[in-house]
């Protein structure tokens, strides 16, 4: 029996399983069975808590179909409040290392368990090569883009994973169903695209949905979130600093002018315990 723990940031959900007790033979495998909603655990998807030799801890992410994902910055906040809780670490700053970098974490702890976490998501990715994107090298900034007749206008943009920024004028109302899996298979796309979908309140406040590569609809996306604060800065539609509404609760992002990192806020919480058949 494999015992996991089952959390979730802002519903946005994973399931845990600490690797320093227990190995994991095939996680994508695993991740699509633990992840299905009606014959398995249900979750966005399935994360590993190793050891690193470079960081306090490793994070390795699957998504609900099984693709291994470079970064979640909901997904990281719960394992920071996995490690903590769970005895792994006493200290409230630790790092992660995560296929997309080193991620460094701030812990605010309430009651002896954490309470909310602060993300380093780094800095983000502007060069279309790098995000990855095909077409000329350069930013994609509202940007043109053709799919099923209709025309978007998106920038792209990569916080260790690739998302397209769109914004919408009711987001609410907006067919998230079908254009976010057209987008995110695109042809532009060759890993694949995270798709968020925005409408802006005022320039400290906006509404998020996110179309997530890989899991469909989710009711949270740290790294999304991430993207869409630098989005709204250089669409100059929005401040550095911005409070965003997501499906599952609210995030605080901020991109600092300083180091040029994008900072994370937000709650952590842990739903169940359990153990699945090995």
Not at 71 to 97: P, Q, W
Not at 196 to 202: D, G, N, P, T, W
Request: aromatic share 8%; with cysteine; hydrophobic share 35%.
């Amino acid at each position: 029996m494999i015992p996991f723990t089952k959390m979730h940031g802002i519903g946005n959900d994973y399931i845990y399983i600490d690797t320093h007790t227990h190995q994991v033979k095939d996680p994508s495998k695993l991740a699509v069975e633990m992840s299905d909603r009606n014959f398995g655990i249900g979750a966005d998807g399935l994360i590993l808590i190793m050891p690193s030799s470079e960081a306090d801890f490793r994070m390795r992410m699957f998504n609900a179909d099984g693709s291994e994902a470079e970064m979640c910055g909901n997904g990281i906040r719960c394992f920071a409040k996995y490690v903590y809780d769970h005895g792994l670490t006493e200290s409230k700053k630790i790092s992660v290392e995560t296929l997309a970098g080193i991620k460094h974490l701030d812990l605010t702890v309430k009651n002896k368990k954490v309470h909310t976490v602060t993300v380093n998501m780094g800095e983000p990715i502007i060069l279309r090569e790098r995000i990855p994107m095909t077409g000329e090298p350069g930013t994609v900034i509202d940007e043109p883009l053709q799919v099923d007749g209709v025309k978007f206008n998106i920038t792209a943009i990569s916080m260790g994973n690739p998302h397209v920024v769109i914004y919408v004028e009711d987001v609410e109302q907006f067919p998230l169903e079908k254009y976010g899996p057209m987008i995110e298979l695109h042809e532009l796309f060759p890993n694949r695209t995270n798709v968020e979908f925005v409408q802006i309140i005022h320039e400290g406040e906006v509404i998020q949905r996110t179309w997530e590569r890989g899991s469909g609809e989710t009711l949270a996306c740290g790294t999304g979130a991430s993207a869409v604060t630098v989005a709204g800065v250089m669409n100059r539609k929005t401040n550095r600093s911005v409070l965003i509404h997501l499906r599952g609760g609210d995030l605080n992002t901020e991109w600092n002018e300083e180091d040029n990192n994008v900072y994370l806020t937000g709650p952590a919480v842990e739903v169940f315990q359990g153990t699945w058949p090995q």
